[in-house]
């Protein structure tokens, strides 16, 4: 179906996410940074990113900002556990086309990946 770029520093989290993508049928590849996630997306051209927000290097945000100069049609959702209204809308004004807090189902995750992609 579709190349996913999961980036998430917990390499639990990129694995959970990893297995959702993977039994709908997407093709996934891992970042473990921001800095990394800008690198895969540039050398793999995923056709959506399901990026963490806080992790070491870069944060997902400004991880986010550098791939939407790159490709102002990106297509980033953004999960996180800091579900706060300000990261939210700093995030969807960044460019992402959705947000997820986290612990998200399986079922959340997919909708809003199925979305980011239509």
Known sequence: MS??????D?????LRVRKVCENAGHEVVEASSGREAVDMFVASHPDAVL???TMPDMDGLE??????ELDPTARVVMLSALAQQAVVIKAVMAGARDF????AEADRVLS??????A
């Open 3 to 8: 190349l996913i770029l999961v980036a998430d």
């Open 10 to 14: 917990a390499a639990f989290q990129r």
């Open 51 to 53: 990026m963490d927000i």
């Open 63 to 68: 991880a986010l900002g550098r791939i939407r």
């Open 100 to 103: 997820i807090a986290k612990p």
């Open 112 to 117: 809003a990946l199925n979305r980011a992609l």
